[in-house]
T-cell receptor, first 112, second 115 residues
């Protein structure tokens, strides 16, 4: 999607290993979000950031950490991946109340 | 806590029909409502954004309405085409800020348009 990219697009990792997903924006927006999407649960907020070094927890934050050292980059880390973290992860940027959210293309993560 | 429900969960119709997707939310104190489309294996694409002060928004064959007081929104698709096949998601925003004021999503309506 224009202005926001996620990497990698696909990843397979083993249980217990650390994994970092990257979200990069070119829009200079203050708010960035990480969601996970699972069948039967829809989209659930993991963490969000409201500025450099400013982050907060969402609905399903256990087992995840985030960092934002630059406005354009928001990293999601699974410290020790578990099979329950197999999911599709989406990053989003917030253009504000009148612009709405823009989502990245997603990262499909499989923990084996 | 805001809850968003989309009905039906799945819908299959012949090409050319006009159809309506429904979204309801429990807390009417919303800032805006956004409809998204998601194709299989892809990200979410924003279709329409309706501010709480608006009644409807239109884009091409799509029309979204909002009745905030009753906690309802509808997405109307005119003259449906096979290319409209996708999952449609409704999301409401609580406030103008981000974070906790951000989006709450429904689980979506999976739409199939039969050629």
């Amino acid at each position: 999607d224009a202005g926001i990219t996620q990497s990698p697009r696909h990843k397979v990792t083993e249980t217990g290993t650390p994994v970092t997903l990257r979200c990069h924006q070119t829009e200079n927006h203050r708010y960035m979000y990480w969601y996970r999407q699972d069948p039967g649960h829809g989209l659930r907020l993991i963490h969000y950031s409201y500025g450099v070094k400013d982050t907060d927890k969402g609905e399903v934050s256990d087992g995840y950490s985030v960092s934002r050292s630059k406005t354009e980059d928001f990293l999601l880390t699974l410290e020790s991946a578990t099979s329950s973290q197999t999911s599709v992860y989406f990053c989003a940027i917030d253009s504000g109340g009148f612009g709405g959210y823009t989502f990245g293309s997603g990262t499909r993560l499989t923990v084996v | 806590k805001q809850e968003v429900t989309q009905i039906p969960a799945a819908l299959s119709v012949p090409e050319g029909e006009n159809l309506v997707l429904n979204c309801s939310f429990t807390d009417s104190a919303i800032y805006n409502l956004q409809w998204f489309r998601q194709d299989p294996g892809k990200g979410l694409t924003s279709l329409l954004l309706i501010q709480s002060s608006q009644r409807e928004q239109t884009s091409g064959r799509l029309n979204a309405s909002l009745d905030k007081s009753s906690g309802r929104s509808t997405l109307y698709i005119a003259a449906s085409q096979p290319g409209d096949s996708a999952t449609y998601l409704c999301a409401v925003r609580r406030g103008s800020g981000g974070g906790a004021d951000g989006l709450t999503f429904g689980k979506g309506t999976h739409l199939i348009i039969q050629p």
